[in-house]
T-cell receptor, first 111, second 116 residues
Framework: DQQVKQNSPSLSVQEGRISILNCDYTNSMFDYFLWYKKYPAEGPTFLISISSIKDKNEDGRFTVFLNKSAKHLSLHIVPSQPGDSAVYFC??????????FGQGTRLTINP | GAVVSQHPSRVICKSGTSVKIECRSLDFQATTMFWYRQFPKQSLMLMAT?????????EQGVEKDKFLINHASLTLSTLTVTSAHPEDSSFYICSASEGARSGGYTFGSGTRLTVV
């Protein structure tokens, strides 16, 4: 039972353009969502998060949007840079308990 | 910021032997540590949650006798893969929590286990 889904396994974007990574969830009890970035053979690093009481959170080039009615969130990266190439995982929390991860999306930024 | 050290980063062992992976929180006390396993091109799957001084809570389908978890102190948790088989080959990652604070999960750098 995949409660957090990232349906796009990969995404390729031109440098300087906007990257949009999508994530859907099924559990309406999730109250906090996070995005992590992961390089091969390394642990995930935290990028940005959003509480379920908000619909947008912005931090520099990264913005996360939450649509609770659609149970959908997205991560926008603009402008995209070559160093952004990595696997991005969305994750969800329910009452600050264990993280539930999506399958990840491999983002490739082309020069 | 918070740092979690995971050791070793890479290990190759023979079938039937046991391997211990350490996870240390370097500059904070981790009340809870989590152990994940990642298969190629798949998500991070939570294996177990360990709280200092108590038994670990294992996720469904994870053999507790095979994956022994010890959280003896607030800064150290260990995962021991016992009687390893080739199918145990995977990338194992630990995470430490500073408490019930969203975003307060710090991950180790992971351990690539190869069982030959």
């Amino acid at each position: 039972d995949q409660q957090v889904k990232q349906n796009s396994p990969s995404l390729s974007v031109q440098e300087g353009r906007i990257s949009i990574l999508n994530c859907d969830y099924t559990n309406s009890m999730f109250d906090y969502f996070l995005w992590y970035k992961k390089y091969p053979a390394e642990g995930p690093t935290f990028l940005i998060s959003i509480s379920s009481i908000k619909d947008k959170n912005e931090d520099g080039r990264f913005t996360v949007f939450l649509n609770k009615s659609a149970k959908h969130l997205s991560l926008h990266i603009v402008p995209s840079q070559p160093g952004d190439s990595a696997v991005y995982f969305c994750a969800a929390l329910q009452r600050a308990q264990k993280l539930v991860f999506g399958q990840g999306t491999r983002l490739t930024i082309n020069p | 910021g918070a740092v979690v050290s995971q050791h070793p980063s890479r290990v190759i062992c023979k079938s039937g032997t046991s391997v211990k992976i350490e996870c240390r929180s370097l500059d904070f006390q981790a009340t809870t540590m989590f152990w994940y396993r990642q298969f190629p091109k798949q998500s991070l799957m939570l294996m177990a949650t360990s709280n200092e001084g108590s038994k670990a809570t294992y996720e469904q389908g994870v053999e507790k006798d095979k994956f022994l978890i010890n959280h003896a102190s607030l800064t150290l948790s260990t995962l021991t893969v016992t009687s390893a088989h080739p199918e145990d080959s995977s990338f194992y990652i630990c995470s430490a929590s500073e408490g019930a604070r969203s975003g307060g999960y710090t991950f180790g750098s992971g351990t690539r286990l190869t069982v030959v």
